[in-house]
C-alpha cells in the first residue's frame, strides 16, 4: 500500500500540484475526502482507503484495519447525517422522525422502516446478518465498512467523497 495524503486548499487557493511517484510518474487516483480537507494519492483502491483510514488506525492487522474501517464509517455518519439534518425537507419530519436524525449516535438507531424524508444513514456492521440489530427499509444510506472496497464504493454513494483518476 502506498499512498500520500495532502491537506487541500481553500478559499479560491490553487489546489496542491499532485504528487508524483519515485519513478517521477503520478499516482492513478486521487481521492478528496474528509469534508474535502483532505486529498489522497494512489494507485488502486487499496491505497485510497489505507489513506483514508489511516488517522483512525490503533495498531496493525487486519483486525485493526476492520475496526478503522468502522470508525470512518460512524464518523462519516455523524457528520453526513447532520449535514442531511440541516436540509429544508427537515420541515417535513414529524418529532419522532427529528429524535432519531438528530439523537446521539453512541448507539446505532434502531427503526423497522424510515420513511422520513431525510435518509437516515445508517452503518452496515452494525444490523444483520453482520450485527445485532434488525435491518430497517426505507429511505436509509448505508455506509459499509465490511471491506476497504465496500467502505470506498459506499462513500461514492453516499457523495462525500471524490474520486478522479489520472488519464493517459
Known amino acids: 500500500m502506498v499512498f ?30 474528509e469534508q474535502g480537507l483532505l486529498r489522497t494519492y494512489g494507485d488502486d483502491g487499496v491505497d485510497l482507503v489505507a489513506g483514508v483510514i489511516h488517522p483512525f488506525l490503533r495498531g496493525s492487522g487486519p483486525r485493526a484495519e476492520a475496526a478503522a474501517r468502522i470508525r470512518v464509517a460512524v464518523r462519516t455518519q455523524v457528520v453526513l447525517q447532520a449535514s442531511l439534518a440541516m436540509g429544508i425537507e427537515m420541515e417535513s419530519c414529524n418529532a419522532e422522525q427529528r429524535s432519531v436524525l438528530l439523537g446521539s449516535r453512541a448507539y446505532p438507531p434502531t427503526v423497522r422502516m424510515w420513511d422520513a424524508p431525510v435518509p437516515l444513514v445508517l452503518v452496515t456492521s452494525f444490523y444483520r446478518p453482520t450485527g445485532m440489530l434488525t435491518t430497517p427499509r426505507g429511505n436509509i444510506l448505508w455506509l459499509d465498512p465490511t471491506t476497504g472496497e465496500s467502505l470506498l464504493s459506499s462513500l461514492l454513494a453516499a457523495n462525500v467523497v471524490v474520486l478522479a483518476e489520472r488519464s493517459g
Open 4 to 33: 500520500v495524503t495532502y491537506a487541500n486548499s481553500h478559499g479560491g487557493m490553487s489546489p496542491p500540484t499532485p504528487p508524483r511517484k519515485g519513478d517521477g510518474s503520478h499516482y492513478r487516483f486521487e481521492l478528496v475526502h
